[in-house]
């Protein structure tokens, strides 16, 4: 049967990385590459040795689909391309292309430099696997090669975050990635079309959450910013160089002009020059008020956010700064940090992930102590804010998309089949759809029933209509004889006189016998009258004669009677008949080992 | 209303609520809920109320409304699913047994109860264990249910005041009967200690009984009569206390409240005229609810889209026009021109945290607020 196999890799229950394996139609593909933020050694990587014990992984993949930027779908990517060997095309958008670089970086950086950790990629790593990357349009079909195609759709989420269409001959797979369902200030909502396709993979989270909507988290934030700013302290929001910024420098320049605030708001100039410069390569990638915005003017070119000059950070009263990195683990955010952080009147608020080894890492642990450059000790006494602005999809959301797709089968990963009983029946019941939900490192199989597209010889065609009286129901299917010959990548259907001769082969027929035993005291013609007779009126639709050379034809059965010569009455029934009319023949030796009923003239 | 103005309005309102709310909570279920009903300290239950078949959610609340010192650490504001069941009607009543994992529900369609299992950490399902057979099927009319807060599993329920029964949940087996009373629809059944019960009608009478005796129920009928037969009463009893300082609050549906003692119910300790506009086209989800860590305060809502809270202590004995305390109209914000209007369809009080409550409403969202007394 055919059948698409799906695993996620990883060991037990750990839901910190992405990286799932699909096998459809004779190819394997990578979907996502993910470090697991929460293991300092080589548990982080995926486990490839269920691809292959040892050597490289480029034979075995045909492809390999990055969705987003984010170092949990792949932060293992020049770890696998580079380190464990794989040679093949590297499929991503075109932000995420630009982005991921940018962060793999960073995050190498952290782990090299900070901890010290040897077993890890370097940036000539990254770089010779950025090289091995095919960017991807939305929408756009994308010969991986002759049987393999891919097409990416927009997924919302964060810039450039893709969810991604996978189709082998007439099997399809569609693999979400991390998407949401309801647009937010600068990303659009997730949508598909209705492809249909056997198996749409999704995370398990998504469908046992009921998110807090954004405007709830914007408020939280906005909140702690006022309240700070309202006490005379300063707030620092450490930043990657995009989305997240753009978004909330949106947010405040909002609130301030409705609020009438007068506190400074600053934005570090590498920041900007480099967010415009994506913001332009990118713009449809954000949502619609966004890209009115931008071209009006300047993204940023706020009337209350301006550029920030080091020398600010020093100036006494409320102030919200926007600085780059953003897990606080060097540069300027982190020599703001160090000035701000012995004051409980001033605020950081994180808005997103900080990687282990990372002083933002440490406060959002509790750390109140932290041991800074030249065994100094930083008292941090400010207030520490975590965040997540991320834009999820939640169970509303992931019944939404699978009304959208209509996929055939439902498979979720990171989620613990045991517990989710409930959701398995929820899709099941709706959408009368099968919901798979291996374990990782555990295989689900799919059996898929693609349509398997035959071309029909003219003349068989013709014929086959030709047979039947009444018109052709188009619903009703109908057997019909042929044969199937598969030449060439191509399957056509012929007649089997057509194909004998493109085989060169004679045609050769088979007849069975079989003779039944009767008792009938009558003549011969008589019992084959009465075998007649009874045939007759037991075959109704079937076309019986009794021809006047001593048989009875039943289609292509022939049935003759003789008597043993030992005694008249005892007659002998032969039967006759092609391998076609197997069926009948069969029926009729049965019928007539019965006996002729009495009562027949 | 223009997309952009709908998303102005909405941003106009949050902007406000940094100043009136400590915490606030936005949340979409697929689909709406008549019932918000506690069944842990942290977990409530939710149901659909579709005719042909709903679904039946444990819900965990957010890990942020309950983080104290470390709150600006922990960034978990989603309800987390814990448990799910299906059921094969509506649910316009759900109530928790207390010290069990057992849950009963009425569809508001005959007056039978539904029993459930919401399982337990290794199962995600919550199953139908069984039922309890009301005593009068009448159509159109569903049961009150109030669960007994003793060791044993026992329910109160009834859909008018002549058929109450408390049966036991495992057996079904009635243990009680209301004595002899009227036939008045209920508007509520509310254990106010282990036995003494009020069952509250829609005409303003309320029977207090108490399970242990078969005596004739006491009656106490609204303090005034109204002039219009039309008006609706609904009621509630503060609880946690004992009997003896135990409050009831009766509303109409002309905006009337009384206060009374329980052992006293002749005379209103205190009135008020509330202000009350009707909105929602039926009146089956008004609730009126004593706050049970907020002295002297009340709860009203499914008149229209918002919750209001009065502070009944600064009502008088003279028939006076009532302000509220505070007004959650997050439900009902923003609505474009052509949508109906969002009815309030329950809520609930957190049972320790003075100002928090949970709301829903009938387009399916369901609110955790927790208001700054100004």
Known sequence: MPEIKVTPLGAGQDVGRSCILVSIGGKNIMLDCGMHMGYNDDRRFPDFSYIIQNGRLTDFLDCVIISHFHLDHCGALPYMSEMVGYDGPIYMTHPTKAICPILLEDFRKITVDKKGETNFFTSQMIKDCMKKVVPLNLHQTVQVDDELEIKAYYAGHVLGAAMVHIKVGSESVVYTGDYNMTPDRHLGAAWIDKCRPDILISESTYATTIRDSKRCRE???????????????????????????????????????????????????????????????????????????????????????????????????????????????????????????????????????CVQGTIGHKILNGQRKLEVEGRATLDVKLQVEYMSFSAHADAKGIMQLIRMAEPRNMLLVHGEAVKMEFLKGKIEQEFSIDCYMPANGETATVTTNPSVPVDISLNLLKREMALGGSLPDPKKPRSMHGTLIMKDNSLKLVSSEQALKELGLNEHQLRFTCRVQLQDPHSDSDTLHRIYTHLKSVLKGYTTQHLPDGTVIVESIVIKVSSTPEDANTKVILLSWSYQDEDLGSFLSALLKKGLPSGLC | MEETEFADVLDEWFIETLKTYKDLYVYQLENPTQVIEWTSEKNICVAGNSLSKSEILELHLPQRLFAQEIKGLCTERDFKVVRGGFTDGPVCCLVHVPGTRCAVTNDGLTSDLQVWDLGSDDRDVIRRTGGIRGSRNVAGSGSRIAAQPSSQPQVLHGAWSSDVQLSNVTSGQTLYKLGPTSADPLTSLQFVSNCVFLASCCNGNIYIADTRTSAAPQL?????????????????????????????????????????????????????????????????????????????????????????????????????????????????????????????????????????????????????????DS
């Open chain 2, 220 to 372: 106490s009928p609204p303090l005034q009569s109204s002039p219009c037969d039309s008006v609706l009463w609904w009621a509630d009893a503060s609880s946690g206390l004992e009997p003896c300082c135990c409050r009831v609050i009766r509303l109409s549906s002309s905006g009337h409240a009384t206060v009374s003692d329980l052992r006293n119910q002749k005379e209103a300790v205190s009135q008020a005229q509330l202000n009350i506009k009707t909105r929602c086209c039926c009146l089956n989800h008004v609730r009126v609810s004593w706050a049970p860590a907020l002295d002297n305060c009340v709860a009203v809502s499914g008149f229209d889209g918002a919750v209001q809270i009065y502070n009944t202590s600064c009502w008088g004995t003279a028939l006076l026009e009532a302000q509220p305390l505070f007004q959650h109209c997050g439900h009902a914000i923003a609505l474009r021109s052509n949508d109906v209007p969002v009815c309030i369809t329950s809520h609930v009080w957190h049972p320790e945290r003075p100002r928090t409550l949970l709301s829903a409403a009938s387009d399916g969202s369901v609110h955790v607020w927790d208001w700054v």
């Open chain 1, 219 to 353: 408020r939280d934030f906005l909140k702690k910013v006022h309240e700070t700013i309202e006490r005379g302290g300063k707030v620092l929001i450490p930043v990657f160089a995009l989305g997240r910024a753009q978004e909330l420098c949106i947010l405040l320049e909002t609130f301030w002009e409705r609020m009438n605030l007068k506190a400074p708001i600053y934005f570090s100039t590498g920041l900007t020059e480099k967010a415009n410069h994506y913001y332009k390569l990118f713009i449809t990638w954000t949502n619609q008020k966004i890209r009115k915005t931008f071209v009006q003017r300047n993204m940023f070119e706020f009337k209350h956010i301006k550029a920030f000059d080091r020398s600010y950070a020093d100036n006494p009263g409320p102030m919200v700064v926007f600085a780059t990195p953003g897990m606080l683990h060097a540069g300027q955010s982190l020599q703001i940090f160090k000035k701000w952080a012995g004051n409980e009147k001033n605020m950081v608020i994180m808005p997103g992930y």
